[in-house]
């Protein structure tokens, strides 16, 4: 069974970059077998796609993020990485990364996820 791991820093200036990797096990994501996507859930508000990368290595992005943010895989070290550039306080959130069956929706359904890290953006 996949499982995923995030890792990244706990704390982030105003206006710099945000840099998270997640780490996965149980599968190779080299395989076609699910999409990888990045999720956040704010303080006292639900969960949120911000992005993904497809079975067919196409990158795609919410519209409340593009432009700011970039997914990648790294299939030499079997890791994806989330960049969100130029953060403010509304960027404080929990972040999972999360992996979708090829089959399903990777915008809507995300049925492996990793437990989260925190990130808080404070000067």
């Known amino acids: 069974q996949v499982q995923l791991r995030e890792s990244g820093p706990g704390v982030v200036k105003p206006s710099q970059t945000l840099s998270l990797t997640c780490t996965v096990s149980g599968t190779s994501i080299r395989e076609k077998d699910y999409h990888w996507s990045w999720l956040r859930q704010p303080p006292g508000k639900g969960l949120e796609w911000l992005g993904g990368i497809s079975i067919t290595t196409i990158d795609y992005y919410s519209r409340s993020f593009k432009g700011r943010t970039a997914i990648s895989k790294d299939t030499t070290k079997n890791q994806f990485t989330l960049t969100l550039d130029s953060v403010t306080p509304e960027d404080t959130a929990v972040y999972y990364c999360?992996?979708?069956?090829?089959?399903?929706?990777?915008?809507?359904?995300?049925?492996?996820r990793g437990q989260g890290t925190q990130v808080t953006v404070s000067s």
């Open positions: 999360a992996a979708t069956p090829a089959s399903l929706s990777f915008r809507l359904e995300w049925p492996y």
